[in-house]
């Protein structure tokens, strides 16, 4: 017994000795387990990613000031240069604000309605420096504020290019109503249907990149309806009324080009190989594009000008993006050249049988360009064409879901953008007399021109 007894006090004194080495080792393990869950858990913001959506913001405020701004400039008459210069300036900086009150909160406020957002985040409320917003990948974020502010550029352009279908003859104070106007009730709406979670057509998996639907067929669409709403200008297809100044023009294609790899590129919310896709289709399918319109030019008419080789761009830049991050770079070139000759037909054909008067051809370019991208991206985002896209995916189920988001986009933006030109026309007047308009809207509408001497 008493031989037991020491075994079993010696065995017991072992094991007490032993306890500080276990314990180490299960608080060793237990950190390790709690570190591996808390990595698990905490999102990742890359200061990479940061730092090229930040660029990405500022290049898209680049494509509208001056990029837009000075393109249209250069396609309207010398007596209303400034006006157009004035009207995309403030375009801009009133939807910026009317952004962060309400518009943000409509789109991605949080809300499961399939059509808006809500009202969470009116004011841009709970936000801070500390909130995230999710990428494409899983655990990395971007700050709430940046990302607000990328969607807050593409708030300021897409009013901004409808004014280019009735430069010329609109009240100032018209333009700036309708703005907020056509913002509240198109561009929020479809910006949460297609870009948010929870929104009709997400949830119906159309694709748009970068903003097809949202942004070109949503203002291509609004233009024309203005166009018609408003009429035709005085002196329309009697008096010359051709670009005061291509070299303005070329110079504002230009910068809407360079500007435009924040549009498309920084869609991509990170900067990695997806972003490097977006970025070489975004180069070629306009060079295409480019080449494509002067190609046809020449061969129709003679001559290659600079206005179509401008026009050209801006095709090819409206087509890619909805695509540029699903199609491959073939697939790119062909849709640039295939957009571009539909978008030549309807500038220097249609509009022509038909009569309207689209000044700047922004349905002719925005809305067709922005139809054909949005459709062919069905078929071109599958991997027999280049495509990202892998051996379960349905091309033709594809392209009918596309139809269908081209289909609501153009009838919805239709109907709903001819209701408000009739209320600010009833209210505010969407047209200046037409003195003001012979005389020029520099002097009327803002007391000063563009040009002296």
């Known amino acids: ?152 550029t593409f708030a300021a352009i897409t009013p901004a290019l409808i004014i280019g279908a009735f430069a010329e003859r609109v009240k100032f104070t018209a333009v700036l109503a309708f703005s907020v106007l056509w913002g509240t009730f198109c561009y929020f709406p479809m910006a949460h249907m297609v870009w948010d979670a929870n929104g009709l057509l997400f949830q119906h998996g159309a694709i748009d990149f970068a903003g097809g639907t949202v942004v070109h067929i949503n203002a291509g669409v609004a233009a024309l309806v203005g166009s018609l709403v408003i009429g035709k200008r005085v002196g329309y297809g009697k008096e010359n009324m051709a670009p005061h100044s291509m070299v303005m023009t070329m110079i504002g294609a230009s910068m809407l080009w360079v500007g ?72 790119a070139i062909l849709l640039g050249a295939v957009a571009s000759v539909i978008c030549y037909f309807f500038v220097t054909v249609v509009k022509i049988k038909l009569g309207y008067d689209d000044s700047l051809d922004v349905f002719g370019i925005h809305g067709i360009g922005g139809i054909v991208g949005a459709i062919l991206v069905g078929p071109l985002s599958a991997a027999g064409f280049g495509g990202v896209k892998g051996d379960d995916y349905a091309i033709g189920a594809q392209t009918w879901i596309q139809i269908e988001s081209v289909a609501l986009t153009i009838a919805w933006t239709g109907i709903i953008s001819f209701l408000l030109y009739k209320l600010v026309d009833m209210t505010i007047g969407l047209r200046v007399d037409s003195d003001s308009e012979r005389q020029g809207l520099d002097q009327t509408s803002h007391g000063e021109s563009a040009y002296h001497g």
């Open 260 to 331: 435009w790899f924040g549009f498309n590129v920084g869609s991509n919310l990170e900067s990695n190989g997806g972003a490097t896709l977006a970025m070489i289709n975004t180069l070629i399918a306009t060079a295409a594009a480019a080449v494509a319109w002067s190609a046809l030019e020449g061969i129709a008419r003679g001559k290659a000008s600079m206005l179509g080789a401008a026009s050209g761009m801006i095709a090819g830049l409206v087509a890619i993006t909805p695509a540029c991050g699903t199609v491959g770079p073939m697939g």
């Open 1 to 152: 017994m008493n031989t037991l007894t020491k075994l079993s006090g010696l065995t017991a004194l072992s094991a007490l000795a032993a306890l500080p080495a276990w314990a180490q080792e299960a608080a060793e393990t237990a950190t390790e387990t709690a570190t591996e869950v808390v990595a698990e858990v905490v999102p990742v913001m890359d200061k990479g990613d940061v730092a090229w959506m930040m660029t990405s913001t500022v290049l898209v405020l680049f494509m509208t000031l001056p990029g837009l701004a000075l393109f249209y400039g250069g396609l309207v008459r010398t007596k209303n240069m400034l006006s157009i210069l004035m009207q995309t300036t403030l375009v801009a900086c009133v939807m910026m604000l009317v952004w962060v009150i309400y518009g943000y909160s409509f789109s991605f406020g949080g809300s499961t309605s399939a059509f808006w957002g809500g009202t969470a985040k009116l004011f841009l409320s709970g936000v801070t420096a500390d909130s995230m917003s999710a990428t494409f990948s899983a655990g990395y974020v971007i700050p709430e504020y940046l990302f607000i502010a990328f969607q807050m």
